[in-house]
C-alpha cells in the first residue's frame, strides 16, 4: 500500500472527522474507505448486494390500480 498526502478543506474535513467518530475508525480509513467505493474495489459484500436479494414485501391494499404505462409515470413527470 502506498501513502498518498491529502488537502482537504475544513468543510470535508470535518464531515470525514465526523464520519470517523460515528464508525469509531481513522479519518484515513474513511478516506480510503470512500475512495475504495468510488473506484469500485469496495468489499465483495457491496458489490454483490443487488435489490434481487429482498423478498417482495406486501405494503397493504392497492389504493388505485394503474389503468395504462403512462399512467404509472404520471406523477413521476408531472414534477417541478
Do not use: C, Y
Not at 474507505?33 to 458489490?47: R, W
Amino acid at each position: 500500500m502506498q501513502t498518498l498526502t491529502v488537502e482537504l478543506s475544513d468543510p470535508v474535513f470535518r464531515e470525514v472527522a465526523a464520519r470517523a467518530h460515528e464508525a469509531s475508525k481513522q479519518p484515513a480509513d474513511v478516506v480510503r474507505d470512500l475512495v475504495d467505493l468510488h473506484f469500485g474495489q469496495a468489499d465483495s459484500a457491496v458489490k454483490d448486494h443487488s435489490l434481487k436479494d429482498h423478498k417482495p414485501l406486501s405494503v397493504g391494499q392497492i389504493l388505485k390500480p394503474w389503468t395504462s404505462n403512462s399512467e404509472l409515470l404520471e406523477d413521476f413527470f408531472d414534477r417541478t
